[in-house]
């Protein structure tokens, strides 16, 4: 579990700066479309994809494979909604009142 914990913290942090640089880059080098697209390629092709491989050392003391299946299923599921809750809270709660967030010109 403690390898799963590090990974895990792994991954939220570059899914934060990831979902940072993209913010920032819409803003100054892109048009408005592009920032669209590629949030979806990191949230729901990278992402998940991420969350598999931390979530992967975990549910090894369960003997039966699709328990672990399961177990792996369910926590990755629960990750990925929790962080898309809070992609939602940073942006549209956290960056404007930071002052972190301008209007594409």
Known sequence: MNKMAIRLLIVCIAHVLIFEGVCQL???CQRESTDELMTLFFNFLLFPGLLIWAVLPGFKQI????LRFAGRAAVVILLFFCMQTAD????WHL???????KEPA
């Open 95 to 101: 960056r404007p009142n930071l002052g972190l967030y």
């Open 88 to 91: 939602y809270f940073y942006s």
């Open 26 to 28: 819409s803003v100054y």
């Open 63 to 66: 003997n039966n494979r699709v």
